[in-house]
């Protein structure tokens, strides 16, 4: 089982950045897609960027243009820079990998977008 462990969050103001960090224990070339998700308080986690393995990216329509995902498989990591953030970006964000069927998740890392 491959380990994900985030890094980056913090307390921001609106229209502020925050760039997330997601490094993995193994190649992250193996896995299918690399992504992040947020889940806030009595929401369902959802999807906000990923990238697969050939370097197609996709986005929530709610952060296009504001977020990048990004990777660097030198050192078996994937990014996430996040621009002109919102209030309602705020949450748990969880990095994902997967390949097949098979979902890992790391432990997730608290943004909080103050007004």
């Known amino acids: 089982q491959v380990q994900l462990v985030e890094s980056g969050g913090g307390l921001v103001q609106a229209g502020g950045s925050l760039r997330l960090s997601c490094r993995a224990s193994?190649?992250?070339?193996?896995?299918?897609?690399m992504g992040w998700y947020r889940q806030a308080p009595g929401e369902e986690r959802e999807l906000v960027a990923n990238?697969?393995?050939?370097?197609?990216?996709a986005y929530a329509d709610s952060v296009k243009d504001r977020f990048a995902i990004s990777r660097d498989g030198a050192k078996n990591t994937v990014y996430l820079q996040m621009n002109s953030l919102k209030p309602e970006d705020s949450g748990v964000y969880f990095c994902?990998?997967?390949?097949?069927?098979?979902?890992?998740w790391g432990q997730g890392t608290q943004v909080t977008v103050s007004s």
């Open positions: 994902n990998a997967k390949v097949l069927a098979r979902n890992s």
């Open positions: 193994e190649n992250i070339f193996m896995f299918n897609y």
């Open positions: 990238i697969n393995v050939g370097g197609k990216t």
